[in-house]
């Protein structure tokens, strides 16, 4: 199971950092990311970083902003999100699957959204 956390309401140009807790196994081995899904909107790849931790991804629209990172030691991802816009606005997604992937159907386990509102 992955537990996400962190979500909240911030000004245009605040930040943020969420964290997603992996239960019930090991995540260790794992890729793990975050997407998201604005109201209306389909979900969108954000980011995803490599098991070791040594390679991360961004969408072009977060790149320079938000950084990913991990824990393995504590089963647990981050997402810390700077220079925050209104259209960060959305619900956000931890996930997991076998390998880095900006496809939503690569990833075999999501926890349950956040959601991280910027007002202008």
């Known amino acids: 199971q992955l537990q996400a956390s962190g979500g909240g309401v911030v000004r245009a140009g605040g930040s943020l950092r969420l964290s997603c807790v992996a239960s019930?196994?090991?995540?260790?081995?794992?890729?793990l990311g975050w997407f998201r899904q604005a109201p209306g909107k389909e979900r969108e790849f954000v980011a995803a970083?490599?098991?070791?931790?040594?390679?991360?991804f961004y969408a072009d629209s977060v790149k320079g902003r938000f950084t990913i990172s991990r824990d393995n030691a504590k089963n647990t991802v981050y997402l810390q999100m700077n220079s925050l816009k209104p259209e960060d606005t959305a619900a956000y997604y931890c996930?997991?699957?076998?390998?880095?992937?900006?496809?939503?159907?690569?990833?075999?386990?999501w926890g349950q959204g956040t959601l991280v509102t910027v007002s202008s």
């Open positions: 019930g196994r090991t995540f260790s081995s794992y890729a």
């Open positions: 996930v997991a699957g076998q390998l880095v992937r900006s496809n939503k159907d690569e990833y075999d386990y």
């Open positions: 970083i490599s098991w070791s931790g040594g390679s991360a």
